[in-house]
């Protein structure tokens, strides 16, 4: 069974929340690891909807300072300190969010008790900005009427076994084992060398989840997004409101589609809907028609990825 890949929907609406749609946030788990993405009003209160552990939030990633997107964040780290949190939260987001969080902390009259890592987003350009031994999240700038970036989460191959025929077969010393892990070949008796991939099983493929939270159609986003396990990608507007979209600086679902079929995603999903649609058929019958494996990011939905659905 390939360990968690999945994402949770806690908000997929834009700013004005309607037909029970509220705005953005996300939930990614990657194995045990728990990370929010953006942080709209309320987003806390969700969280308990879905009876998610706030507390098991490891890292916040903030795409750009359009309330819709980070107004709950004050929220919830104030709330990480009632609840008695003393593990630190890593804060990725553009530099002014912190001057920000500083000023209304300080009017708050109240310390984190906790450790808060700010880490501000290069909103210019692709960059490696986080890693651990499970996986590792890229920004890259997104064309918004502000400084946007969207985040790339990639898993981190994991250390294949040894296949257990091949260690009767060779009688491998438990040493062995170890070194053909690390990718050591093996001398035989008659003193050959016997590479390690001889002994392991294939490499399991890593998922990836991108996130492009509020943008215009942009193609340059196709080789950021290459081969993604899953897109979320905004679709504000239907087609029909494609010089909407254009004005204001969002999408629209067809072009939302058109991303992830042009960069070869697995699977997409669309949000960030307009309040002005009661229902969402219409827009993903655009999407769907372009690239069909298409779903609508809904509140409380949970997409998981396995390795089997995404491997060629
Ligand atoms: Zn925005």
């Known amino acids: 069974m390939s360990p ?4 949770t929907i806690i908000g997929s609406n834009l700013a004005i929340s309607a037909f029970d749609r509220y705005p953005t946030a996300q939930i990614l788990q990657i194995h045990q690891h728990l990370i929010l993405i953006d942080c709209g009003e309320g987003t806390q209160f969700r969280l308990d909807k879905f009876r998610i552990k706030k507390n098991a939030i490891e890292s916040i990633f903030i ?7 980070y107004f709950g964040l004050i929220g919830l780290l104030t709330s990480f300190n009632l609840s008695g949190r003393t593990a ?3 804060l990725f987001g553009p530099s002014p969010l912190i001057e920000i969080l500083h000023l209304q902390l300080k009017h708050n009259g109240a310390d984190l008790r906790y450790p808060l890592v700010f880490h501000a987003t290069e909103t210019n ?10 996986f590792e999240v890229i920004s890259f ?11 790339l989460f990639i898993e981190k191959p994991s250390l294949r076994n040894v296949i257990k025929e091949k260690i009767d077969q060779y009688g491998l010393r438990v040493e062995q084992i170890v070194a053909i892990k690390k990718g050591h070949p093996v001398i035989d008796h008659e003193g050959n060398e016997i590479s390690a991939e001889t002994f392991l099983y294939p490499p399991t493929p890593c998922r990836s989840y991108a996130y492009c939270s509020d943008t215009l159609y942009d193609e340059t986003l196709i080789e950021i997004l290459k081969n993604v396990s899953l897109l979320y990608h905004e679709a504000t507007f239907e087609k029909a409101s494609a010089a909407l979209a254009q004005k204001t600086m969002h999408s629209t679902s067809e072009e939302a589609a058109l991303i992830a079929k042009k960069a070869g995603a697995k699977q997409l999903l669309i949000g960030h809907f307009s309040s002005r649609y009661k229902h969402l058929a219409p827009i ?4 769907k028609a372009i690239f069909d494996n298409t779903y609508l990011a809904t509140e409380g939905d949970t997409f998981s990825v396995a390795y089997e659905q995404i491997a060629d």
């Open 4 to 7: 968690t890949f999945a994402l």
């Open 125 to 134: 350009e692709k960059q490696l900005i986080y890693e651990n031994s499970t």
């Open 141 to 151: 700038p997104l064309q918004h009427r502000i400084p946007t970036t969207g985040f």
């Open 284 to 287: 993903l019958a655009e999407a």
């Open 88 to 90: 630190p939260i890593n």
């Open 63 to 69: 795409s750009h300072l359009h309330g819709d997107h």
